[in-house]
């Protein structure tokens, strides 16, 4: 995979606060890559450094083949548009600026406000569009010039269910061509479309890599047990030698170098005089990573 | 200057439909006519509010054409200017502070064209401002008092411009400079305490971009000693482009100041 964006040491400060702290990360073309961290790790003042908005403290944002700002799209968290214009002279006017032929300008913003859904409502005025509208006028102004790289400040954290749904199956039909670095607090959404992680905390990148490589780092993985009763539970606990955490009808058990095997655990399972309900292996999800990576001192 | 053209229709449409083109125009018209109508009709208007009295006599000084035209432009520099100003001078710190001017500035502009194009605007609506003025001024004075000479009619009119585009240069200057609190009493400081100044001490220098609508009035007067105009006339250009240049820097130097 070809490397389209290189980061090195990006730090920036704020009289005395630090609040990007020498971070560096690079970006493979055509991947997805989720930006995590809770509220105040950094994530936006990153995406402005990358915009060429913010200029960092030191380190250096490089990109291969090419100018950066002429090769972005940039969608804010609360985009803001000229409440005057209609949503097509918007995403004409994005398009010009990007250096799209005046020509071909108006038909790739028809094009791409019809690929957000906005397609109808091109002519309205944006003072007239709902904060779901607007997030997708956001992202056709970010992408009707075709950038390589597309920068996503919180996508969809402002949107309800259906709206985060829509755009989330618009940005994985945009997978294939472009790279996209995007910031969320919302951890499906990364589990959705993700090749790599990067997580932030105070301002440090405390964790990186695959969704894979990540899980395999911070899973602890075990077992569930459920039985009928609480009882049984119990009574299962202390006659067998497998180590077991009971809680309620539910018995824990560690797996630990893939200890115990599923067969073993089903081999003393079947043995026992008991009613069960379910037998489970679990991974912890991204959330629990995520407290942990969190929480990691 | 990328992007100009794309970013002086953006400005265009911006005006057009916040009706700036209408309104500000009207105020300048309405303020243009008020002097020739009030003085012509003063002792009738005396007359109709009563009061006055018995054997009341007042001298009404004859008034010149020209005299009428210089109180309109008085009003144009108060009232007039107070509404150009008010009305551009947040185009950059506001459209900053609401996060607008995040979509541009990420885009491969170049500052001075948009600096160029909202400029452009203004002096449009200036000049359209301006003209509605002096033309419902000189309407009614031609009608009420008398003609005027047009060939330093016009020289009057494109000298009052000059200044106006001064002042605008000024109040674009500290928009891109400042936020808006700032930039508007920095603005109106320069400007009309720059005025205050001239009308106080004004008398102990003859070059300045504050001499010029006076200027213009002394052309038609015939009284105007050339070169304090040529001087005044180029030192308001050179403001006028030291302006607009330092108007740019800041403009991108302050790029980061908008919210994301």
């Known amino acids: 995979m070809t490397t389209l964006l290189q980061v090195t040491g990006l730090t920036k400060q704020f009289a005395d606060k630090v609040v990007v702290d020498g971070i560096d990360f690079t970006l493979a073309e055509n991947t997805s890559t989720a930006l995590i961290g809770p509220n105040g790790a ?6 402005s450094m990358l915009t060429g908005l913010l200029k960092p403290t030191s ?25 005057w214009l209609s949503a097509l002279e918007f995403t004409e006017m994005a398009a010009k600026l990007n250096g799209v032929p005046a020509k071909k300008a108006k038909l790739a913003a028809q094009k791409t406000l019809e690929f957000v859904g906005l397609g109808n409502d ?11 509208m607007k997030q997708r006028l956001g992202i056709s102004q970010a992408i009707v010039h075709k950038p390589k790289l597309l920068l996503l400040d919180e996508p969809v954290s402002a949107l309800d269910p259906v709206g985060r749904r829509e755009v989330l199956d618009l940005l994985k039909g945009l997978q294939q061509e472009t790279t996209i670095l995007y910031s969320t607090h919302i951890l499906n959404d990364a589990e959705e479309m ?45 006659k067998s030698e497998l180590l077991g955490n009971v809680k309620g009808r539910f018995v824990y058990i560690e797996i630990i170098n893939e200890k115990p095997s599923m067969q073993e655990l089903l081999h003393h399972l079947s043995n026992a005089p008991y009613k069960i309900r379910k037998v489970e292996r679990q991974t912890a999800s991204l959330e629990e990573i995520f407290m942990k990576v969190a929480r990691k001192i | 200057m990328r992007g100009f053209n794309v970013l002086l229709q953006k400005e265009f449409r911006e005006a057009w439909r916040s ?28 007359n109709a509010v009563g009061n ?42 506001k459209e900053r502070a609401s996060g607008m001017a995040t979509l541009l500035y990420v885009r491969p502009i170049s500052f001075s064209a948009y600096f160029m ?57 500290m928009s891109a400079t400042f936020k808006t609190i700032v930039a508007t009493s920095c603005a109106f400081i320069l400007i009309f305490v720059g005025q205050i100044i001239n009308a106080i001490v004004g008398t102990f220098w003859t070059i300045s971009p504050w001499k010029l609508p ?23 250009i050179i403001s006028t482009i030291v302006c607009i240049g330092i108007g740019t820097i800041t403009m991108k130097r302050n790029a980061s100041m908008t919210k994301i």
């Not at chain 1, 950094?42 to 995406?47: I, V």
């Not at chain 1, 091109?122 to 779901?132: D, E």
């Open chain 1, 59 to 83: 380190g250096s944002v490089k990109v291969l083949n090419g100018d950066l700002r002429s090769n972005i799209g940039f969608l804010p968290q609360f985009p803001q548009f000229h409440p």
């Open chain 2, 117 to 173: 194009s909202k400029f452009v605007v203004m002096s449009t609506v200036g000049f359209v401002s301006i003209l509605a003025g002096f033309a419902a001024s000189i309407y009614y004075t031609v009608v009420l008092y008398g003609t005027f000479e047009i060939g330093s009619l016009v020289a009057s009119f494109f000298t009052y411009f000059s200044w106006l585009l001064f002042v605008l240069a000024v109040t674009l200057m």
């Open chain 1, 194 to 238: 993700t090749d790599q992680l990067l997580f932030l905390r105070n301002g440090e990148l405390v964790e990186q890599g695959t969704l894979r490589e990540v899980r395999q780092r911070f899973d602890e993985p075990n077992y569930v047990v459920e039985f009928n009763t609480e009882e049984e539970a119990q009574h299962f606990t202390n």
């Open chain 1, 122 to 132: 091109a002519n309205k005025k944006i003072a007239t569009f709902s904060g779901g």
């Open chain 2, 214 to 236: 006076v200027y213009g009035v002394q052309l038609m007067r015939g009284t105007m000693e050339m070169s304090d105009y040529w001087w005044s006339l180029v030192i308001t």
């Open chain 1, 42 to 47: 950094g994530k936006t003042t990153t995406l």
């Open chain 2, 52 to 93: 006055l009295p018995e054997g009341f006599e007042m001298l009404m000084p004859e008034l010149m054409p020209v005299d009428l035209l210089q109180a309109s432009i008085g009003q144009f520099q108060t009232i007039g200017l107070l509404v150009l100003m008010a009305t551009f001078v947040g185009t950059i710190s």
């Open chain 2, 19 to 46: 009706w700036k083109f209408l309104w500000i125009p009207l105020v300048f018209a309405l303020l243009g006519m008020s002097d020739p109508l009030t003085n012509y009709y003063m002792m009738d208007i005396l």
